[in-house]
């Protein structure tokens, strides 16, 4: 079983099984088994955090009634790094849950190649910024736009204005 920490300091137990997986199915229309299946469900997952934390509060609802939160307070406390810290706990839970040695040892490689590309895309990212490079094409943008065009801005000759 993994945790995670919402920004309101509750901490919330991921444990995914067969019960937990029936939960969130009826709850969220949502069948996390398709992740294991090659289907597009961790693409989805990965950037879109409100189908992330409808699954996250079907997978914890009994505890969460038990502390008396509702969905929209879940959602509330749930931000920045308490997500990032929710996606592992459950991406992990669900690769211990694969019934399969082979399954787990595939979709973990599988979850380990994403997590790697992720890292390398937010490199070249803080490459990028930090190269200048955002500066460049914001410099070269308005460049353009002050020398464009200056005829928008003659006034309009004395035939085009109506008589008043």
């Known amino acids: 079983m993994k945790t995670f ?4 300091d509750n901490e919330w ?3 995914i099984n067969v ?6 199915r009826s ?4 069948d996390l088994l398709e992740v294991i299946s090659g289907g597009d469900l961790l693409e989805r997952l990965m ?3 409100v189908l992330l934390c409808d699954i996250l509060y079907a ?3 009994p505890q969460a009634d038990q502390k008396q939160i509702r969905d929209e307070s879940f959602g509330a406390a749930m931000a920045g790094d308490a997500i990032d810290a929710a996606t592992a706990a459950l991406l992990d839970e ?3 849950f694969c019934p399969s040695p082979r ?4 979709l973990g490689r599988v979850l380990l190649v994403v997590r790697q590309a992720m890292d390398q895309a937010r490199d070249v990212v803080e490459a990028r910024i930090n190269g200048g490079e955002i500066e460049r094409i914001v410099e070269a943008a308005l460049s353009t736009a002050t020398s464009g065009n200056s005829s928008g801005a003659a006034p309009a000759s004395s035939g085009s204005i109506p008589p008043t």
């Not at 920490?5 to 309101?8: E, F, H, Q, W």
């Not at 399954?103 to 595939?106: G, L």
């Open 59 to 61: 997978l914890v609802k």
């Open 94 to 96: 669900l690769v211990a």
């Open 19 to 24: 019960a937990t997986l029936k939960r969130i």
């Open 5 to 8: 920490s919402d920004n309101a």
């Open 47 to 49: 950037r879109d955090p």
């Open 13 to 15: 137990t991921v444990e």
């Open 27 to 30: 709850l969220t229309g949502t």
């Open 103 to 106: 399954d787990r040892a595939n």
